[in-house]
């Protein structure tokens, strides 16, 4: 059975994720006065979450069809250091048939108001496919290799700037960062290749369903081309986007959907 190239796209979910970043200030209005308008106090920024670890399952979809699930966990390994990892198991529909398993992991620490990574790992199975890389982020070289089943190019060293990424990180970045309004510029460095990342967050949250549960949730979205995005949708207190979408053509193509998390 071929199998879809789009399938293994991973959702830049990096899919991972860190609690509820959009830090929304609370405006308590000072009531009105005889003589004029009700004065409203100036907003209060919430102050960065810091990390704690997590754990997160998600229903994934293909092209509007139940595919599988996925999940996502934060890990704190000591040492001032993280390692954040997503699992992607295909067992219905065609991810199904093809026996479709993504996996990736990052190892990374904070510096310097950064999320860096230090070294990463995929890999990608289906029949008849069996592509695995790693790859090590030397922040003293400033340099980042990957080593495995790539293209030559893919294998060579690239250059690191400072704030550089890997796309699970993105996401914690996105969660820690996206404030109502605002436009987020990332550099990712994954996989053999370098990327800037633009999102564009929505000025008001909206009601996001995801099963039997409802949040308000903030639109965080990527466009690519006229047709292609993708959208995550955070919500304040909760340590994981409640969904994340690729669309494709104007067409939802990967949609993981929040069924449940855990925290520390």
Same mark, same amino acid.
Do not use: C
């Given at each position: 059975m071929p199998i879809p190239a789009n399938l293994f796209r991973l959702p830049i979910l990096g899919l991972c994720l860190l609690g509820a970043g959009w830090h929304a200030a609370a405006l308590a209005g000072a009531g009105a006065q005889p003589d004029g308008p009700a004065v409203e106090a100036p907003a209060a920024a919430e102050p960065p979450r810091a990390l704690?670890?997590?754990?997160?399952?998600?229903?994934?979809?293909?092209?509007?069809?139940?595919?599988?699930?996925?999940?996502?966990?934060?890990?704190?390994?000591?040492?001032?250091?993280?390692?954040?990892?997503?699992?992607?198991?295909?067992?219905?529909?065609?991810a199904g048939a093809t026996r479709l398993?993504?996996?990736?992991?990052?190892?990374?620490?904070?510096? #310097?108001? $950064?999320?860096?990574?230090?070294? @990463?790992?995929?890999?990608?199975?289906? &029949?008849?496919? !069996?592509? *695995?890389?790693? #790859?090590? $982020?030397?922040?003293?070289?400033? @340099?980042?290799?990957?080593?495995?089943? &790539?293209?030559? !190019?893919? *294998?060579?060293?690239?250059?690191?700037?400072?704030?550089?990424?890997?796309?699970?990180l993105l996401n914690l970045a996105i969660m820690r960062d996206a404030d109502p309004g605002d436009t987020l510029h990332y550099r990712l460095v994954d996989v053999g290749r370098a990327r800037d990342h633009t999102y564009v967050v929505s000025a008001e949250p909206e009601i996001m369903a995801v099963g039997d549960m409802s949040y308000d949730a903030l639109r965080v979205a990527r466009t690519d081309k006229p047709g292609d995005e993708t959208v995550l949708w955070v919500a304040r207190g909760v340590p994981t986007p409640v969904r994340i979408l690729q669309r494709k053509d104007g067409e939802d193509e990967i949609d993981l959907r929040l069924v449940e998390y855990r925290g520390a």
């Open positions: 704690e670890p997590f754990s997160a399952t998600y229903e994934a979809h293909y092209q509007g069809k139940p595919a599988g699930n996925a999940s996502m966990q934060l890990v704190h390994t000591g040492d001032g250091r993280w390692r954040l990892d997503l699992s992607i198991l295909g067992d219905r529909g065609i398993r993504i996996e990736q992991s990052t190892v990374f620490d904070e510096a #310097g108001g $950064y999320y860096r990574p230090l070294s @990463q790992s995929t890999v990608r199975k289906a &029949l008849l496919f !069996d592509q *695995r890389a790693t #790859g090590t $982020y030397d922040w003293s070289r400033m @340099q980042a290799q990957w080593q495995g089943k &790539l293209k030559k !190019d893919r *294998r060579q060293p690239l250059a690191l700037k400072p704030g550089d990424m890997s796309a699970l």
